[in-house]
Structures are given as structure tokens and as C-alpha cells.
């Protein structure tokens, strides 16, 4: 078969961490008998300082013309928030997400045999494993409600960001988490702050009803702040965790780290039809961009994710997530997972070491 693949590199380690990735997807092309066309898709700041905005028009129609949109990272710190909305990278990844309908954001966090030294937690509770997949709503919340800023007589000025969600979005990103369950151990929690906020309070009646139709799996509801907690606690006791955008993006930053590194986890943006756009959840790190530092681990198994949903390719999918587990149990670290006194290899030395592997 072959297929189109939008690459926006992006900033930071972007560039590396995707290139590394390419080339484990020409390995899996030579293997398996496949073709990829790759479109370079320029996004973030690196559009900024080219065009003088970070999501220059058409983006989204060349994402669409392609089968799935594979992301380094963009930010850093020379766009920062001091400057207009439309140079900042942030914007471009909001943007994106809005356009293409990605408000499914399927982010799992899997302890690798290979790495469970690596896990920060007890050993008894690593022991336990961990294996959970977070589903957070990608496309409504507190990211894109109304936001403003406006000066009061007697207070300096004031700012607010409006936090709404109506019942189909809170259905569809359920609907989406109770499925995914069925593929795994059958169990769903769902994240929210019905002890305070109204959004969370018609975020659970939904869910309750969807609970009653998806009976085969078993459903619990979990306030966000004893999630955070549970998840250092017994994170052995999720599967599916799903919840809005941002307590999403702030649970699944928790659930990576407690894997290892935020360097090893992979993320599917989907919505109802193609393309899903999949990237590693880390940021673009500035700090060792452009040092062959970089672990391209997240990057090559959000590959492995593009082939499992957008190519429905399992073999493919389980040759990429094989050899990673290969390589790592051969002994190949990066510095974000070395121990002390490990040695570190760099970007591409690990991403030549997965695909001797497959
Ligand atoms: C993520 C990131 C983004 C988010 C930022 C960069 C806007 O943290 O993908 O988790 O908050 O969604
Ligand atoms: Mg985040």
C-alpha cells in the first residue's frame, strides 16, 4: 500500500526526533512492503520566523490531503507569551487540533518491562505494573471558551477563560473512551470536579448514561484531585482514564513521568475521519535542541500509533513497539533514562538501534 504522511517537524527537538521517526517508517515500508509519500508541513515557530505566523493559512488543507499528520513538537521560550497570538506555536497546536476535529487525544502510559528501574514510584507498587490510556477531550473546555481581559474600577485589571461543554462533545470523547476500554481490560474512570464545577456535574450525568449502555465494562467516577494522587498512589488501578482538556493535559504529564520519562510516551489526536495527527506528549525542549540528546522513543511509538489506527496495520504497529522494547532491553538508554552511571547514547544512535531491530 502507500500512504501520505504530513510531517510538521516543528521546533525544538522537533526536527530530529521526526527525522529519527522517518526513518524507522521506511524500515517498516522496506519490510513490510509498503510506500510513504512524506509532506512537509511547516507549523510553530519555525513558521513564525519564516512567515511571521506560527499557523500559515492552508495548513490544515494539507494535513487533509494526506492520510495522518505525524508531529515533532513547536514552542520555546524565543515565542513566548509576551508575543501576539498569532506568532505564538501554541496557537498553531490549538488550531490544528480545531480544524482537523481531533477531540479524541488518546495518550497512554505503559511501563516498559525493559525500563521498570526507571519508574520513580515504590517498587512495589512498579511491580504492579502500570498501563493505563488517557483520553482526554481535545477540542472544547477552558482551551477554547471565551476568553477576555478588561480593567475594573477597583480591582487592576481582570482576567477570565470560559469553561463550557455541551452534551455531544462530552458524549463522543465517552463514547470514544468506553470503546477503547473494550480493547483493553474493560474499565473506565472518569475525571472530573462535580464537587464544584457545573461542566463536570453534566460531564458525569452524561457519563452515567453511557455507563448504563456499555454495561460490559466497569465504570467508576474519580474527582481530579484524588486522581492526581491515586496515580502516584496505585496507578495499577486505571485503564481507561478519561476526562476533559485540561485536567487531560495536566493528568497525562503526571502519568508519563511516573512510566519513566516524558521522553518515552506516544499521543493519537483522532476525530471521526482522517487524517489523525499523532506526536510524543513532550514539548520541543529547547535546552538540548539540535544536540543529538533527544530521546525519539515517543516519537517512534506515536509511528507504531499511526499504524495501529489511521493504517489499521497491527503487524506493522507491533514490529515498531517490538523493537523499541528490543533496543531498551539490549540496553540502549538515552540520558533521560539512563541511571547513574549508565552510559547515554544519543538520537540517532537509539533510533538506529530500534531499527536494527525490526
Ligand atoms: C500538550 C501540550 C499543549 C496542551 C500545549 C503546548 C498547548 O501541553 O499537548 O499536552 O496543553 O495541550
Ligand atoms: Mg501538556
Not at 487525544?105 to 514510584?121: F, K, Q, S, T, V
Not at 496515580?231 to 513521568?257: C, H, K, W, Y
Not at 487524517?275 to 513532550?282: D, F, G, N, R, T
Request: hydrophobic letters at 40%.
Amino acid at each position: 500500500m502507500r500512504y501520505k504522511i504530513a510531517l510538521i517537524r516543528g521546533d525544538g527537538i522537533g526536527p530530529e526526533i521526526v527525522g529519527e521517526t522517518v526513518k524507522v517508517i521506511d524500515k517498516i515500508g522496506e519490510k513490510f512492503g509498503h510506500t510513504f509519500e512524506y509532506v512537509d508541513v511547516l507549523m510553530g515557530g519555525c513558521a513564525t520566523d519564516a512567515v511571521g505566523v506560527s499557523y500559515p493559512e492552508g495548513t490544515a488543507e494539507l494535513c487533509k490531503a494526506c492520510d495522518a499528520v505525524l508531529l515533532g513538537a513547536v514552542g520555546g521560550p524565543k515565542w513566548g507569551s509576551d508575543r501576539p497570538a498569532a506568532e505564538r506555536p501554541e496557537t498553531a497546536l490549538l488550531a490544528i487540533r480545531k480544524d482537523l476535529g481531533l477531540y479524541a487525544n488518546l495518550r497512554p502510559a505503559a511501563l516498559r518491562p525493559a525500563l521498570a528501574e526507571a519508574c520513580p514510584l515504590k517498587r512495589e507498587t512498579a511491580e504492579k505494573g502500570i498501563d493505563l490510556l488517557v483520553v482526554r477531550e481535545l477540542t472544547g473546555g477552558i482551551y477554547f471558551g471565551k476568553r477576555d481581559k478588561y480593567q475594573t474600577e477597583d480591582r487592576g485589571l481582570e482576567a477570565t477563560d470560559l469553561m463550557a461543554y455541551s452534551e455531544l462533545e462530552i458524549e463522543r470523547i465517552g463514547r470514544r473512551a468506553f470503546e477503547m476500554a473494550r480493547l483493553r481490560r474493560k474499565k473506565v474512570s472518569s475525571v472530573d470536579k462535580a464537587n464544584v464545577l457545573e461542566t463536570s456535574r453534566l460531564w458525569r450525568t452524561v457519563m452515567h448514561r453511557l455507563a448504563e449502555e456499555y454495561s460490559d465494562v466497569r465504570y467508576e467516577d474519580v474527582l481530579v484531585d484524588n486522581c492526581a494522587m491515586q496515580l502516584v498512589r496505585d496507578p495499577g488501578q486505571f485503564d481507561v482514564v478519561v476526562t476533559e482538556n485540561m485536567f487531560g493535559d495536566i493528568l497525562s504529564d503526571e502519568a508519563s513521568m511516573i512510566t519513566g520519562s516524558i521522553g518515552l510516551l506516544p499521543s493519537a489526536s483522532m476525530g471521526d475521519g482522517a487524517p489523525a495527527l499523532y506526536e510524543p506528549i513532550h514539548g520541543s525542549a529547547p535546552d538540548i535542541a539540535g544536540q543529538d540528546k533527544a530521546n525519539p522513543i515517543a516519537a517512534i511509538l506515536s509511528a507504531a500509533m499511526m499504524f495501529r489506527y489511521s493504517f489499521r496495520l497491527a503487524d506493522e504497529a507491533d514490529a515498531i513497539e517490538g523493537a523499541v522494547d528490543r533496543a531498551l532491553a539490549e540496553g540502549w538508554r538515552t540520558a533521560d533514562i539512563a541511571r547513574p552511571g549508565e552510559s547515554a547514547v544519543g538520537t540517532k544512535r537509539m533510533g538506529e538501534a530500534i531499527r536494527a531491530n525490526i
